[in-house]
Structures are given as structure tokens and as C-alpha cells.
Antibody, heavy 124, light 107 residues
Framework: QLQLQESGPGLVKPSETLSLTCTVS??????????WGWIRQPPGKGLEWIGT???????YYNPSLKSRLTISVDTSKNQFSLKLSSVTAADTAVYYC????????????????WGRGTLVTVSS | DIQMTQSPSTLSASVGDRVTITCRAS??????LAWYQQKPGKAPNLLIY???SLESGVPSRFSGSGSGTEFTLTISSLQPDDFATYYC?????????FGQGTKVEIK
């Protein structure tokens, strides 16, 4: 059974870089049918798609975060990672990694499998 | 960006009630809409995709309808496990946006 698990520091200082990793277990990140994404949720607020990567390394970023964002994949470790630079308190959120299936004909994607999420607080 | 607006923001209902949540898109998204359920401290769980397709394992009391700009999620008979927050998400573009959520509370 495929599972996703986020890991990384729970506290990041303002202006520094937030780094998280998602480990995929029970299946291969190199599946041709799947894309891998990051979504965040500030405390008490709604959901925001951050970005997505395919196992080949192709990336898709939320335009509002693109200038600060890097998403990468390590197929040998079955992991993908998020780096968000120059963080502020507004980046405090629960960060989820998720899978979305390749959907023939669809312009975008939905998320059918989620990690449990990890809270990242930006504070000095 | 396509804006998604859900109504109501909060809904009070009793076990056994029929519940309907509405999601409106700022422009046509065809049927590229998903619905999720989220419980406190948990990740969202996919309920519906392509506006009306039920995700495997989701109870049949959940149903979705609509196309273009107006969509609904219906719970035919509310169960205790259904008290949660529900989100719609458009995927008409790769930068898919979510609605602000509808919290279903116990009346």
C-alpha cells in the first residue's frame, strides 16, 4: 500500500530556507502514471497548491511562489523534496506531500493520496 | 487565477439530514472539480473527482454534480463520521485552486 511521509525541521528562522522531504513507500516514485506534489495549509486556513514534480524531473510551480521555490526528485531514494527560500511568518503552515494521478485530457490534477503533513513554523 | 467560492462557510445539521454544499468557479472549469473531506489534524481525503465520480472506498451517500461554474456536493443522510470540513478544488489549470472550505457542524 503506497504511503507518503513528510520530514524536515519544524522551525525555520525568517529569511532562511525551508526544506522538506517526502518519502514514498510501498511503491515506486518512478511510476509513469503519477505526479508528486506539495500543498500547504496555514493554521486555521485553507489549502494552497505549492508545486508538482514528475519522476523525470519536470516541475510545475505555483506562480505566486515560483521565485522562491525549488522542487526536486531523487528516484534512487524514492523521495522528492521542497525548498522554499526567504521565508516569512506567512509561510507558517502544515505542509503536505501528495500524489496526483496522470489524468488523460485534464488540464490539471487532483490529489488522491496524501501524507500526514508536517507543521513548519517560521519564527526567530 | 480561477477563484473558487464555497457556500455556506459553516453548516449546522443533524444526523440523518440531507446536506448540500455549493462551490462556484469564477470562470468555466468544465467538470474538472474535486471534493475533499478534512477532519481536524488530518490530511484531506479525496471524495469526488471530475465533478461527479466517486473515489474508490467513499460511501455512496456522497455525491457530486454540476459543470461549468456551479457545483454541489451532497451527503444524502449525514452520519456522525461526516462532521468535518469540505473543500472543493478546480483542476482546469495546473495551478489548481481550492475553495475556502465548508465546516459541517453538529446541530
Amino acid at each position: 500500500q503506497l504511503q507518503l511521509q513528510e520530514s524536515g525541521p519544524g522551525l525555520v528562522k525568517p529569511s532562511e530556507t525551508l526544506s522538506l522531504t517526502c518519502t514514498v513507500s510501498g511503491g515506486s516514485i518512478s511510476s509513469s502514471n503519477d505526479y508528486w506534489g506539495w500543498i500547504r495549509q496555514p493554521p486555521g486556513k485553507g489549502l494552497e497548491w505549492i508545486g508538482t514534480i514528475y519522476y523525470s524531473g519536470s516541475t510545475y510551480y505555483n506562480p505566486s511562489l515560483k521565485s522562491r521555490l525549488t522542487i526536486s526528485v531523487d528516484t534512487s531514494k524514492n523521495q522528492f523534496s521542497l525548498k522554499l527560500s526567504s521565508v516569512t511568518a506567512a509561510d507558517t503552515a502544515v505542509y503536505y506531500c501528495a500524489r496526483h494521478p496522470s489524468i488523460v485530457g485534464a488540464p490539471g490534477w487532483y490529489f488522491d493520496l496524501w501524507g500526514r503533513g508536517t507543521l513548519v513554523t517560521v519564527s526567530s | 487565477d480561477i477563484q473558487m467560492t464555497q457556500s455556506p462557510s459553516t453548516l449546522s445539521a443533524s444526523v440523518g439530514d440531507r446536506v448540500t454544499i455549493t462551490c462556484r468557479a469564477s470562470q468555466s472549469i468544465s467538470s474538472w472539480l474535486a471534493w475533499y473531506q478534512q477532519k481536524p489534524g488530518k490530511a484531506p481525503n479525496l471524495l469526488i473527482y471530475k465533478a461527479s465520480s466517486l473515489e474508490s472506498g467513499v460511501p455512496s451517500r456522497f455525491s457530486g454534480s454540476g459543470s461549468g461554474t456551479e457545483f454541489t456536493l451532497t451527503i444524502s443522510s449525514l452520519q456522525p463520521d461526516d462532521f468535518a470540513t469540505y473543500y472543493c478544488q478546480q483542476y482546469n489549470s495546473y495551478s489548481g485552486t481550492f475553495g475556502q472550505g465548508t465546516k459541517v457542524e453538529i446541530k
